[in-house]
């Protein structure tokens, strides 16, 4: 049998990877450019593979019993996830002209605002309402996309 934490585990792993390479990106941005755009890009590759995996890995998975209570938290994860995907799309365009992007810092505060609130929050009751079924089909999923 699955390990009930698992997901949150797997989750909180697949965090500290994106983090790793947001570090990585930030330490290169007084780097060469060519060095700041391999960085970027293993950085952008990840974090977008993992917001894939949460949003059809994971919630689609997720059919809560009480509607509204169950998906009080989903828009306000969509939300984070657009605007994160908006500032990956701002810092790409930025290097592709040649220049540096801004707001990096800005940028790694906000993701670990999500990331706290996904693990503290979201993950969470996610491990209290899904079946072991479920639970075990998304950890599934989540080997086939890390």
Known sequence: MVDNKKILYL??????KVEDLIDLFEQSI????????????????KLEKHL????????????????KQGYDMLPTVTTHHNEI??????????????QTPTEVHAFKTFLVRHRDFEERDL??????VLTQD?????????????
């Open 123 to 128: 993950y969470p009751r996610l491990e209290d």
């Open 52 to 67: 894939f995996m949460e949003e059809k890995a994971i919630f689609t998975m997720y059919e809560p019993q009480d509607v």
């Open 30 to 45: 007084d780097s060469e450019y060519e060095e700041m755009r391999q960085a970027f890009t293993k950085m952008e590759w």
């Open 11 to 16: 989750m909180v792993q697949e965090h500290k």
């Open 134 to 146: 479920q639970k075990d089909q998304i950890i599934e999923r989540i080997h086939e996309l890390i």
């Open 85 to 98: 995907l908006n500032r990956l799309s701002m810092m790409r365009r930025a290097i592709q002209n040649g």
